[in-house]
């Protein structure tokens, strides 16, 4: 199970974003993700007219490794681990370490 997952709101750890809240835009595969106004570039787009892309300076999401994020705990206002626990009726749920509240309501 993914402890980190698309729509989360994380907050990045390490880098040169250090310290910046945003949102997981997307997976790119099992180590990386995409995080809304993080590790943002600048990058020359070349016009393709059978795309309707228009060429010019165009800024761009890159992916970060996942250990250099961590989810956001609305409780306490700061970063926090996530572990998983079994619920009785079998289900597996992702819960916050500081203060063992599900993730997901």
Do not use: C, Y
Not at 11 to 38: F, N, P, Q, S
Not at 57 to 74: E, G, R, T
């Amino acid at each position: 199970m993914n402890r980190i997952r698309k729509g989360d709101e994380v907050i990045v750890l390490a880098g040169r974003d250090k310290g910046k809240r945003g949102t997981v835009l997307r997976r790119v595969d099992v180590d990386h993700v995409v995080v809304e106004g993080v590790n943002r570039v600048k990058k020359n787009q070349r016009p393709n007219p059978m795309k309707g892309v228009q060429g010019g300076i165009v800024d761009k999401d890159l992916p970060i490794h996942v250990s250099n994020v961590a989810l956001f705990n609305p409780a306490t206002k700061k970063a926090d681990r996530v572990g998983l626990k079994t619920l009785q009726d079998g289900r597996k749920v992702r819960i916050f370490k500081a203060n063992d509240e599900q993730v997901d309501a």
